[in-house]
């Protein structure tokens, strides 16, 4: 039988996006975050990514039981609730870093300069970062409503 958890609509959607912009937020304009962000090789940032997809599946899948990946509409084989999840969790955290002019701001104050590939990096690499928390946030969204 299919649950209500296991249909895919545009309110779970916006569900994450709530739940990935709340808990998003703290991590963008905090220092630490971005000096962590400019010693990451890249290297760290797969490894973040990894970590990432690896939270987002278990939220979604493993931590519900009512939730079949094998019974949800896909793309590519992917089941569209994650993919929406992974672009909620990282979207989240670039749509806001950049509303607040973040990249430039620590840039500037961690004396990098205004190279555009420069602020490129170490937005990319702080947005690994703040995706682990903003996953939490999209994924319990999803589930809990």
Do not use: C
Request: charged share 15%; net charge negative.
């Amino acid at each position: 039988m299919v649950g209500r958890n296991q249909r895919y609509a545009l309110a779970d959607s916006a569900q994450q996006v709530v739940g990935g912009f709340l808990l998003a937020g703290p991590f963008v304009v905090t220092e630490e975050v971005w000096l962590l962000a400019n010693e990451m090789a890249w290297y760290n940032v797969v490894v973040t990514v990894a970590i990432v997809f690896a939270i987002g599946y278990g939220a979604l899948y493993q931590a519900d039981s009512g939730r079949d990946p094998d019974r949800e509409a896909e793309v590519g084989g992917i089941p569209v609730r994650f993919v929406s999840l992974m672009v909620v969790s990282f979207g989240s955290v670039l749509v806001l870093g950049l509303a607040i002019t973040a990249p430039t701001t620590f840039a500037e104050q961690l004396e990098l300069g205004t190279e555009p590939a420069v602020i490129a990096a170490l937005t990319l690499k702080a947005t690994s970062v703040g995706a682990i928390f903003s996953v939490v946030g999209a994924a319990t969204a999803d589930s809990v409503f």
